[in-house]
Nanobody, 125 residues
Framework: VQLQASGGGLVQAGGSLRLSCAGT????????IGWFRRVPGKEREGVSCISSSRSGSMTLYADSVKDRFTISRDNDKNTVYLRMNSLKPEDTAVYYC?????????????????WGQGTEVTVSS
């Protein structure tokens, strides 16, 4: 199982980015996928997650990103996306995607088994 996160970059406050998480070695549609972020000196934070397609692709968001971020998946491309709108400086972090062995995993990092490398997002004020 491998995950490749991409799409990070430098953006001004109020701008948008779309992160991608491409999976190989498994079918992303069959398992829960989560996005997490980490700021140096702080604990890793769950940002959003999506359950398997068979489980209805249920989504959850951290309160800090609700109504600004949208998680989605494209099963044909084996990719999960995180669309981030109205970005704020406090969204600056390294963002990671992870896949669970379960169809539904929730927002906690303990529920995820495989992790991709991070993609850095910097939001300037």
């Amino acid at each position: 199982v491998q995950l490749q996160a991409s799409g990070g970059g430098l953006v001004q406050a109020g701008g948008s980015l779309r992160l991608s998480c491409a999976g190989t070695g498994f079918t992303p549609g069959s398992y829960a996928i989560g996005w997490f972020r980490r700021v140096p000196g702080k604990e890793r934070e769950g940002v959003s997650c999506i359950s398997s397609s068979r489980s209805g692709s249920m989504t959850l968001y951290a309160d800090s990103v609700k109504d600004r971020f949208t998680i989605s998946r494209d099963n044909d491309k084996n990719t999960v996306y995180l669309r981030m709108n109205s970005l704020k400086p406090e969204d600056t972090a390294v963002y990671y995607c992870a896949v669970s062995r379960q169809a539904v995993a929730g927002p906690g990092a303990d529920g995820y088994n495989y992790w991709g490398q991070g993609t850095e997002v910097t939001v300037s004020s």
